[in-house]
């Protein structure tokens, strides 16, 4: 009797199956063999490519941080999270910028540097509209703008945010934690941002110029809002409620 094309194909994927499933036992299916995303979330059925980023977003979920810092009792969710904080402790800067002098604790740093001051690359676009971004993280805390998701949840009081860092900082004001200390006094900080600023009082650096004099700053937002009163007349930050605009956000919100 002659046999169909679809029952001939569905033959030889079945015994093709059974021959990966021999081959490596941790191919379950032919999905997974050709690369297929087979790993959900237990807790909001998101699937994913590897194991690894499933764990990884379960614990999103979870609150599980099984990564301990050796020089504090700070714990992390990831490795690599971990690793980037204990160079606030080691001062640590093993990635170069193939264009100046600059090094930085973390390599997406680095890039974002290279990108953002040197061959403005801006790689990552937005799925929702035309924007696009020098990093990942950028483009993903922009489209969930688009999308309002907020993944990242308070442990304390379940207060949710749309990125880790305002998470982190948030979760602060319930433990009061300092986890930055300043390396030339006994000054510490809840982030990382104020410490640098910080210590560029006692070294005098002052890294961001104006991009129209002569004058330069210790941190980018001063410089910014010098550019915008001094130079550009910019107002980025219109009022919720009137038509009025500002230069600067503290002067919108007051």
């Given at each position: ?18 021959a990966l499933r021999t ?157 930055f200390p300043c390396r ?47 130079h550009t007349g910019e ?20």
């Amino acid at each position: 009797k002659q046999r169909t094309l679809a029952s001939v194909r569905g033959s030889f994927l079945r015994r093709v199956g059974s021959a990966l499933r021999t081959a490596n036992p941790m191919k379950r299916t032919l999905s997974d063999a050709f690369g297929k995303k087979s790993y959900p979330c237990q807790h909001c059925g998101k699937v994913f490519a590897e194991s690894g980023n499933r764990n990884r977003h379960e614990r999103l979920h979870t609150g599980e941080k099984p990564f301990a810092c050796q020089h504090c009792d700070k714990v992390f969710a990831t490795a690599n999270t971990r690793d980037c904080h204990e160079r606030t402790h080691t001062g640590r800067k093993p990635f170069s910028c193939r264009y100046c002098d600059s090094s930085f604790a973390v390599s997406f740093t680095r890039d974002s540097h290279e990108r953002s001051q040197h061959t403005g690359e801006k790689p990552y676009k937005c799925q929702h509209c035309d924007k696009a971004f020098t990093n990942l993280s950028n483009r993903n805390k922009h489209e969930r703008m688009h999308t309002g998701e907020k993944p990242y949840a308070c442990q304390h009081c379940g207060k949710a945010f749309a990125e880790s860092g305002d998470r982190d900082k948030h979760e602060r004001t319930h433990t009061k934690e300092k986890p930055f200390p300043c390396r030339h006094c006994d000054k510490a900080f809840t982030t990382s941002g104020q410490r640098t600023a910080h210590e560029r009082t006692h070294t005098g650096e002052k890294p961001f110029p104006c991009r129209h004099c002569d004058k330069s700053f210790t941190m980018s937002c001063s410089r910014n809002n010098h550019e915008r009163s001094r130079h550009t007349g910019e107002k980025p930050y219109a009022c919720r409620h009137c038509d009025k605009a500002f230069s600067q956000l503290s002067n919108r919100d007051t």
